[in-house]
């Protein structure tokens, strides 16, 4: 970072004070000749300084136009897709002329994007956007424009594949031992305040899960088992299906194929049982 020209004309100022020749120089006119040159070379150190400076900041953006990008950036990049817009020749960056913060942020429909590198070296995006306040797959439309932004704006002979897709199915079969004091043989809170609190603590869960993010079968029990009235948890069954695919057993944990999971509307098999 560049010093100030007070910096060199104070450093000048200390080495003539502090030499043996030069101590007899007047020390106390402001206007002496000395002083005058002293702040000219003070003045050509600093443009030098700040010469160095730019010249600093442009080799860094030229390494930051060089180097690999990363999955995160990828990602960003994703994120950063504006649909109906067009980009400006040879960039990945938006004009954006005449449209103020809040028409570019209703463009901006995805809302999830998470990026992978497969085996084969090739690049898989998934991403989602938000309808009626959870994930829901991009339209036909959408995605086309999408894939149009990417393939202007990924690195050369990248290969990459993009998903948009329907949530991973969910079957679950769970026995919930029960306080008959707080809740009734359907699930019902006896106060009336809920009529699902199981169903909706499960949905709550999965929503709230990281896009992309990691389903497991012990986390959901503590969730469910923090559910007031619910004493116990015995998770029987939980399966998750994606595309036409079968539905496997989930072995404890499972990443689910399109980034994220929702129980099917036949999903819940739920055994309450009065805990004695």
């Known amino acids: 970072m560049a010093q100030t020209v007070d910096y060199w004309y104070n450093q000048i100022i200390t080495k003539v004070n502090g030499d043996e020749v030069l101590s007899d120089l007047d020390h106390t006119s402001a206007v002496a000749d000395y002083k005058l040159w002293a702040y000219i070379i003070a003045y050509v150190a600093w443009t030098i300084d700040v010469l160095f400076d730019f010249r600093d900041a442009n ?131 006896i106060d009336g305040n809920a009529t699902t609190p199981v169903n909706d603590a499960i949905k709550a869960y999965l929503k709230a899960l990281k896009f992309n993010g990691e389903f497991a079968k012990t986390r959901l029990s503590d969730q469910l088992q923090s559910v007031d009235g619910v004493v116990l948890v015995g998770i029987l069954s939980a399966q998750s299906q994606y595309g036409i695919r079968p539905f496997t057993e989930i ?26």
Request: charged letters at 25%; a negative charge; proline letters at 4%.
């Open 251 to 276: 072995d404890e944990r499972v990443i689910p194929d399109a980034g994220y999971l929702r129980v099917t509307d036949d999903g819940f098999t739920i055994n309450y049982r009065a805990y004695a």
């Open 59 to 189: 080799v860094q953006d030229v390494l930051a136009t060089k180097k690999p990008h990363t999955e995160k950036w990828y990602r960003d990049l994703a994120l950063r897709f504006q649909y109906g817009q067009a980009l400006i020749p040879d960039t990945d960056q938006y004009l954006n002329v005449g449209l103020d913060a809040s028409q570019i942020a209703a463009q901006k429909i995805i809302t999830q994007a998470a990026v992978k590198e497969n085996d084969d070296g090739s690049m898989r995006i998934k991403v989602v956007k938000l309808l009626d306040g959870d994930y829901a797959q991009l339209s036909d439309a959408e995605i086309l424009a999408f894939k149009a932004y990417i393939a202007d704006t990924k690195d050369a002979g990248v290969r990459i594949n993009i998903d948009s897709l329907p949530p991973d199915a969910l079957k679950l079969v769970i026995d919930i031992f029960y306080d008959p004091l707080v809740l009734d043989g359907t699930g019902a809170r």
